[in-house]
């Protein structure tokens, strides 16, 4: 049996096929689908929402919020006790500064009072050296021994009066103006003068002023 000769379009059939024609159908675009061939695609099911999961996550953040704000103040108040306790301890190490003792107070001065008493001028006449009438004036100043017989003194002015009066009476008026005789009849006034006080006595008595007209 003779053998059947190849005809042209077997030749081209049977021809082979460059590589780039090959590359070309191999990128060459797919055609889309048909909207049968989608709807013939089963959809997966969507999973329902599971709302306690939802739930709980939510509280685990609130709590890990909280955790958090927690711990940041405690964080914050230790740092700020121990700055705190620093600060009281460097207080403590610096040495304190010793102040001298304050100065004892002063005594009050005690002053005493005023004792003497001033009596009134007495005026004492005599005969002068013609004759003629003279007058010797004399202020005496009392020192007394405290302030109770100073008012017993004031008390009885006209009594001490007249009693240096009388004395004066049996004297010479001019002895006051001779120095030694004027210390004796001072020194016999203060003698009367004390016998008529229970309260104290007479210390001295001191002639301020004395003039003669």
Do not use: C, W
């Not at 042209?8 to 159908?25: F, M, N, Y």
């Not at 009392?142 to 017989?149: A, G, I, K, T």
Request: proline share 8%.
């Amino acid at each position: 049996m003779a053998k059947k000769r190849k005809t042209e379009l077997d030749i081209e059939s049977t021809a082979p096929v460059s590589a780039e024609a090959a590359k070309q159908e191999e990128t060459a675009p797919q055609a889309a689908p048909t909207p049968q061939q989608e709807a013939e695609v089963p959809k997966k099911p969507r999973k329902p929402i599971n709302k306690r999961a939802l739930v709980i996550a939510g509280a685990i953040g609130a709590v890990l919020i909280v955790a958090v704000v927690v711990v940041a103040t405690m964080t914050k108040g230790h740092k700020e006790a121990r700055k705190e306790e620093h600060g009281k301890a460097g207080e403590k190490e610096k040495p304190k500064e010793v102040k001298p003792p304050p100065p004892p107070p002063v005594p009050p001065v005690k002053y005493n009072k005023l004792t003497n008493v001033v009596l009134q001028p007495f005026i004492f006449p005599y005969k002068g050296e013609g004759g003629g009438d003279s007058f010797i004036r004399v202020v005496f100043a009392l020192q007394m021994s405290n302030e109770d017989v100073v008012s017993e003194l004031e008390e009885n002015l006209e009594l001490i009066r007249n009693s240096v009066m009388f004395y004066m009476g049996t004297r010479d008026k001019r002895d006051l103006l001779d120095v030694g005789k004027r210390k004796e009849i001072l020194q016999n006034m203060q003698y009367n003068m004390g016998r008529s006080l229970q309260s104290g006595r007479v210390d001295a008595i001191l002639i301020n002023e004395i003039s003669v007209y």
